[in-house]
């Protein structure tokens, strides 16, 4: 799989966008996008005023990578960004078929 | 970290991002990202020289193959996706997942 060529996206909240893009940069992913994004995190009226939810402005990362840097990527944000713990951000791959540049 | 899951896409016009929030969750979804777009059509509007465009919002979450396949076909068969939402649904396969717990 090392030859494959992934779409990597990553979805964290809007504070991780620095320091995500900068390790994606690092990494040498290309065609890296920015994509403002809103969780589906539901709230009652009073928490809502007073602040007391979690975060629901995300961000979404997305970019193209090599299977192999894809999974140093994704070793990178359990590592680096915690994201095996809850309500950090959550990362995927999706196989690319063809690429044309 | 290999995984038999399917990162769906639900494209519907816009208002109704909540509605199937609600529906994705009753079928065993954690959550999902929202994320603002717009449609175009074949007939580009056009009044006064400013294009009018259809805003959508597409829904993104991350779930078991065998629960968007579900999904997906009783998007199929929900009238309101083809009056009012003018939904469309599709699924990519997902190579590998880091944050879902």
Redesign the interface.
């Known amino acids: 799989m090392t030859n494959s060529i ?1 779409y990597l ?1 990553i ?1 964290a909240a809007r504070s991780y966008k620095d320091d995500l893009l900068k390790l994606l940069f690092e990494m040498k992913c290309h065609l890296v996008n920015v ?7 539901k709230s009652g009226y009073f928490k809502d005023m007073l602040g007391l939810v979690p975060e629901e402005k ?1 961000v ?1 990362i997305t970019c193209i990578a090599t299977g192999d840097v ?2 140093k990527v ?1 070793e990178q ?2 590592s680096k960004f915690h ?2 713990k ?1 309500n ?8 690319v078929d063809k690429l044309s540049v | ?1 290999d995984t038999k ?1 399917k ?1 769906l896409y639900i494209i519907v016009n816009v208002g109704f991002s909540e509605q199937v ?1 609600e529906y994705i ?1 009753s079928q065993g979804a954690t ?6 777009a717009r449609g175009i059509n074949g007939i580009p509007k056009d009044i006064l020289g400013i294009s009018v465009d259809l805003e959508k919002e597409i ?2 979450t ?1 779930i078991d193959s065998e629960k968007a396949d579900k999904i997906m076909e009783s998007i199929k068969q929900n009238p309101a996706f083809k009056s009012e939402a003018h939904g469309i649904c599709f699924a ?10």
Do not use: C, H, Q, W
């Open positions: 992934e996206a979805i994509i403002y994004a809103k969780g589906s995190v995300k979404m894809a999974g994704l944000l359990i994201f095996d809850p950090t951000g959550i990362a995927y791959t999706i196989p | 970290m899951m990162a929030v969750r959550g999902a990202t929202i994320i603002n829904v993104l991350l990519l396969p997902v190579d590998k997942t880091v944050g879902l717990n």
